[in-house]
């Protein structure tokens, strides 16, 4: 089995154990409404290259729901919509820049604040659940090569969030940052979306350089806005532009990067200064 189409049946798991033992949000049938439109959009997007079933894109669309919840579904239309277009068409030396998922969810911050809120309670914190997430994502990590940066950020997390937070706020303690990881869909978060083979460095070293400056910039913006939990997801949006730079030294490459941070961070300042929503799952 391809890696695509494991990834996929993961996912898809996860969804429907969700849905069933935890507090979901999307019901049934709005999941095979929104695979559907994926197969059809995917198609026309990609059918010059790629005549069968995109299990990339219908993983798109699975690890926005799985991050997103929006009382609105002709909101997930369109950022699904859009994370597959940027997909095709927004790269750097030939190669995908974003997460299509992560960018999903930014893109929704961005234009639909009010409406697409990113939360991290759906699949609740049963450890039989949490054991099975462990389980699908190891086996792919190992297979892709990148297990190293699952371990890696959640070292530098750790570090940054202790020195830079728990040290320097005396109503903080380290459990409150342990207590995240209980948080089956902030490991979801660690194990999948940032591990993407495609958009993520190959060498351990640059692998390390990566997760470092995603989990300092994370802690950063914990620090001055107060915790949210899209920092982790912004951090990842912001420093995926820089991938390429660690394999390309083109001039054309450094311009097209530097040119697409600049609208990256515009983006995120836009979105940091937004009021702070509460959402709450009510079963």
Do not use: C
Not at 29 to 37: A, R, T
Not at 125 to 144: D, H, P, Q, S, Y
Request: hydrophobic fraction near 55%; glycine fraction near 4%.
């Amino acid at each position: 089995m391809n890696i695509q189409k494991q990834q996929f049946f993961n996912l898809l798991i996860l969804s429907v154990l969700g849905i069933t033992y935890s507090n979901f949000y999307l019901l049934y049938y709005e999941g095979i409404l929104l695979l559907l439109f994926t197969l059809f959009i995917s198609y026309f997007i990609e059918k010059e290259v790629n005549k069968n079933i995109s299990f990339s894109a219908l993983v798109t669309t699975i690890g926005i729901w799985l991050m997103m919840v929006s009382i609105h579904l002709w909101v997930y239309f369109i950022i699904i919509f859009f994370a597959l277009l940027q997909k095709k068409y927004l790269k750097i030396d030939h190669k995908p820049i974003f997460n299509p998922s992560n960018f999903a969810l930014v893109f929704g911050l961005f234009f639909y604040y009010d409406d697409a809120h990113i939360v991290l309670g759906q699949l609740g914190n049963e450890w039989w659940l949490m054991g099975v997430l462990i389980l699908m994502a190891g086996g792919i990590l190992i297979r892709v090569n990148r297990w190293f940066i699952s371990l890696s950020f959640t070292l530098f997390y750790l570090f940054f969030q202790y020195f830079l937070i728990v040290d320097y706020d005396s109503l903080m303690l380290i459990e409150d940052i342990g207590y995240r990881f209980y948080s089956i869909s902030f490991v979801l978060f660690i194990l999948f979306m940032l591990t993407d083979p495609k958009t993520t460095p190959n060498r351990l070293w640059n692998q390390a350089i990566f997760t470092f400056f995603i989990a300092l910039l994370t802690t950063l913006l914990d620090r001055y806005y107060g915790f949210r939990v899209q920092h982790v997801f912004l951090s990842l949006f912001f420093f995926s532009l820089f991938v390429p730079l660690l394999t390309s030294y083109s001039k054309r490459v450094f311009l097209e990067t530097f040119f697409i941070a600049f609208i990256a961070i515009v983006v995120i300042i836009i979105i940091e200064n937004r009021v702070p929503y509460y959402f709450s799952m009510n079963g």
